[in-house]
């Protein structure tokens, strides 16, 4: 058994300008977002034949107008074939498109669609064996949606029309011929698009030349980091733009975004929130990834955001999502995960990071964010982080597993690693040449945690990531004199995991104000039990005041104490905004109500309240979140909790 004593000290919680509205709902809004269900899943992964060549470069020559549904253009690709025998090449490709020619050499190719959306192209000879060469597909059309909700969107704001593109995780074969699946980064690519010159075209790195000609303009962004498929976008209609600047570890950054022009003057105000956002990751995880281009936002017709490449997609400003689609940039764009079975290197990283920067930055916040991420982790007995259906789309973006028990994960691991040693893992993790600009695995970033900490993770893996559920623990104490003796049991909510070994804080609270302490105990077994020396008699216990652990409602009993099972004991409303009541039966006498937050700290005492029953409590100035409610009833003590909405 290792024990540690950690005193808590507390300190005044910082006020901050951010709402409570930008914490609700933000994860599942960004889930929906990604989430697309898909009525065929046949053909969308990515064709297994594309793997015998390497993609270098794209340019990627579109003409688009925001009030016509239509695209035109060519895509060239340059490539190197990988294997002996190289005389066919194939790209994911949308049937619902017409190709106009494939051209090699000059020379028009021949080309089948064996199956929906494959792009089989026969070349006239074979290959040699890794040797740049390029092709170039001419096609134009009407994207189908095979999602269901479609990659190419046009949608309309005020009046004037958009189009906007979410490829992720299976679309951006639905509107240019490319390689899918997460095999095989693409160099750099040059997007160049032709639109009616009153609109502006967002997309990736920097925009080196705008030519207008006519009636028409012509943007041309040139992007030269590796980047994913799905992370290519286009976003164009009659932007307003205006770029803030972030002073970084390495330089200034420019952050451009296009916004509507009908909204230009409240967004203004609210994007330069992402200034300190981006100051505080790349102070704690290594400088911006993409800092020869530049970072941007452009708005777009949906209520979430999107983290394609050096300028996400955006359908607010709020602080959440400012947050998680700038934490992308590192963690699902430089580092990808290189399969849809481990999403949650992408979002459980992005949401972890949005708590930080509540952590950080907005810290009125940061408990109630951690309490609400628990709350919808174990309000469902099962799920895995690990996702086991790349076909079911919305498994792959599921909030509460992906999302919510992905970022979990991650915060259990800085508490059993230590900040100091998860955040060098971290950083190690993303400037791994193995990693960095291509695509990883869960098994690196394990690797990384494990050399950094000198811990063996596979039981956490096993039981956090794999395995399904949660724990629930229930600590009995007893204090006799200095000693205090503490026996924790835990069962499981699913039987995939027997057991979470786990460090467990247990946080104790004199009787005089200011007398606290910490202990943290390694817990192995159900039944375990763990005697520490105290200087002072205890009032109260708590399990996990910071909430390291996704657990579900501990139970504190003391053998000091008990709780008469018939005393029947009502408080409501539960969940309450302004004031609860509590309501006892007629034959128990109310001697003194506590109410404490989930740090330990006494918010409201009412000594001796003349027997009143029932008793009304008015929590209207209070922070949202979750409390304990501790009633003296004649000579028992019940715990209860109360959540202030």
């Known amino acids: 058994m290792k024990k540690y004593i950690i005193i808590l000290i507390f300190n005044a919680i910082t006020v901050s300008f951010y709402a409570q509205k930008d914490i609700e709902n933000t994860v599942e809004s960004l889930a929906t977002t990604e989430m697309k269900t898909y009525s065929a899943a046949s053909g969308l992964k990515g064709v297994p034949e594309a793997s015998n060549y390497d993609l270098k470069y794209h340019r990627l020559i579109w003409t688009i107008d925001p009030e016509i549904y239509y695209i035109q253009g060519s895509v060239t690709s340059h490539f190197v074939p990988v294997v002996n025998g190289f005389n066919e090449m194939y790209f994911d490709f949308s049937n619902a498109l017409t190709i106009d020619s494939i051209v090699y050499n000059g020379a028009n190719m021949v080309f089948t669609q064996p199956i929906n959306n494959v792009l089989k192209i026969t070349l006239p000879s074979i290959l040699p064996i890794n040797v740049l060469d390029s092709i170039t597909v001419h096609y134009q059309g009407a994207p189908v949606a095979i999602s269901g909700f479609g990659s190419f969107i046009q949608s309309s704001h005020n009046n004037d029309s958009i189009i906007w593109t979410l490829s992720e995780p ?162 699902g764009d430089k580092v990808t995960c290189d399969n849809w079975h481990e999403i ?76 100091t040693n998860f955040n060098q893992a971290i950083r190690n993790y993303l400037v791994d040449v193995n990693n960095a600009y291509n695509y990883t695995t869960t098994a690196n970033l394990k690797a990384h945690l494990e050399a950094t900490s000198g811990f063996n993770l596979t039981e956490f893996f096993d039981d956090w990531y794999f395995g399904e559920g949660h724990p629930l623990y229930e600590v009995i104490w007893n204090q006799n004199v200095n000693t205090v003796s503490f026996t924790v049991n835990q069962t499981q909510s699913h039987n995939s995991v027997s057991f979470y070994e786990m460090p467990i804080p247990i946080y104790v609270k004199g009787v005089n104000t ?42 504190i009993t003391s053998v000091n104490e008990f709780s008469d099972e018939d005393i029947k004991v009502n408080l409501f409303p539960n969940p309450t905004q302004t004031s609860f009541t509590v309501e006892i039966d007629n034959k128990s006498k109310l001697k003194r109500v506590q109410l404490f937050d989930l740090l330990g700290n006494e918010i409201i005492t009412i000594e001796h309240p003349n027997n009143s029953n029932p008793l009304n409590i008015d929590v209207s100035l209070l922070p949202k979140g979750t409390y304990i409610v501790k009633l003296e009833i004649g000579s028992s003590i019940i715990r209860k909790k109360i959540n202030k909405i």
């Not at 930080?356 to 309490?371: D, F, G, H, N, V």
């Not at 943290?520 to 008699?537: L, N, R």
């Open 514 to 555: 200011g007398e606290d302490t910490t202990y943290v105990f390694e817990h192995t077994f159900s039944g375990e039990s763990f005697i520490a020396t105290v200087p002072f008699i205890i009032d109260s216990v708590f399990f996990d005041p910071e909430l390291w652990i996704v657990s579900e409602n501990p139970i």
């Open 170 to 331: 299976y679309g951006a074969l639905e509107w240019w011929p490319c390689k899918q699946d997460l095999n095989d980064k693409i160099d750099s690519i040059d997007i160049i698009v032709t639109t009616p010159k009153k609109n502006k075209v967002g997309s990736q790195g920097l925009l080196v030349n705008e030519t207008t000609d006519g009636v028409n303009i012509t943007y041309h962004w040139k992007h030269r980091y590796p980047i994913a498929a799905y992370l290519i976008s286009v976003s164009i209609t009659n932007y307003a733009a205006y770029t803030d600047v972030a002073a970084l570890s390495t330089g200034n950054l420019d952050v451009l975004n296009y916004v509507y022009p009908e909204d230009s003057a409240s967004l203004v105000n609210q994007s330069t929130r992402i200034i300190p956002l981006l100051q505080l990751f790349d102070t704690l995880y290594g400088v911006y990834p993409f800092m020869n281009e530049k970072y941007g936002h452009a708005q777009f017709g949906w209520g979430g955001g999107m983290e394609h490449q050096t300028m996400s997609s955006m359908g607010n400003f709020n602080f959440p999502l400012l947050a998680h689609e700038l934490a992308h940039q590192w963690f």
């Open 344 to 419: 949650w290197l992408n979002e459980g990283f992005a949401t972890y990071l949005t708590g930080i920067a509540y952590k950080e930055l907005s810290p009125t916040w940061w408990m109630a964010w951690r309490q609400e991420s628990i709350d919808v982790i174990v309000a469902q007995p099962d799920g895995s982080v690990y996702n086991p259906d790349t076909v079911n789309v919305s498994r792959i973006f599921d909030s509460r597993l992906t999302y919510r028990k992905g970022a979990a994960l991650l915060r259990m691991l800085e508490w059993k690693l230590g900040r």
